[in-house]
């Protein structure tokens, strides 16, 4: 148990759908990250919340947001589903940047888009 | 963030020592070298990190060169527990505005 909490672990949804996935940081830890990655595919970042505050974005799609509660917790909202979303999606947590223990990462949860 | 080349994938034979290489020539001077590694479709796990000078934990060893510009991680004693993608990357120690990118990596293999 790494300490990153997601939820649900697998998820399958119909094209056109929204669904979101949470994701409850290490304690202590102010940083929130998520990444994408699809089917032999690197891992994508697509945006990070630090305190609550958006600090960063990636590759993310117009049709995903997300956002970081005053208890820290994340939550990654999808929406308009489309088969090319099904992807394990990984959240991370740290304190602040790398640190001297980088990123610790959840065990994703894996979206099948049908 | 600067950008870093390793080889696509490596084998390694159990019980010998995994050398896996990273180039990072334009890193700069408050950049750290982290290392993580993802075994199958778990999430990517931290190994170990540096700045010049060389560091070991019950993990790895990392050696980084004395310009910086490149370093190698070494898996003493390489197990199939280690069959991963390691990716190197490099990232600011702190600071609330780091994101990790990770590239490609190297798949290494290792085999009994």
């Known amino acids: ?24 940081p290490r304690s202590g830890d102010l940083s929130v990250y998520w990444y994408q990655q699809s089917l032999d595919q690197g891992l994508q970042f697509l945006i ?19 956002q970081q509660f005053p208890d820290l917790h994340s939550e990654l909202n999808l929406s ?19 640190g001297s223990y980088g990123y610790t990462f959840g065990s994703g949860t894996r979206l099948t888009v049908v | 963030d600067a950008k870093t080349t390793q080889p696509p994938s ?25 290392w993580y590694r993802q075994i199958h479709s778990q999430g990517p796990q931290y190994i170990i990190h540096g700045l010049k000078n060389n560091e070991t934990n019950e993990m790895a060893s990392l050696i980084i060169t004395e310009d910086r510009k490149s370093s190698t991680l070494i898996l003493p004693h390489a197990t199939l527990r280690d069959t991963a993608v390691y ?26």
């Open chain 1, 1 to 24: 148990d790494s300490g990153v909490t997601q939820t649900p672990k697998h998820l399958i949804t119909a094209t056109g759908q929204r669904v979101t996935l949470r994701c409850s």
């Open chain 1, 48 to 66: 990070q919340y630090y305190n609550g505050e958006e600090r960063a974005k990636g590759n993310i799609l117009e049709r995903f947001s997300a």
């Open chain 1, 80 to 98: 308009s589903l489309e088969l090319g979303d099904s992807a394990l999606y990984f959240c991370a947590s740290s304190v602040e940047g790398q």
């Open chain 2, 10 to 34: 490596m084998d390694c034979a159990e019980g010998r020592a995994a050398n896996l290489p990273c180039n990072h020539s334009t890193i700069s001077g408050n950049e750290y070298v982290y």
């Open chain 2, 87 to 112: 990716y190197c990357i490099v990232s600011m120690f702190s600071g609330g505005y780091n994101k990790l990118i990770f590239g490609a990596g190297t798949r290494l293999a290792v085999h009994p």
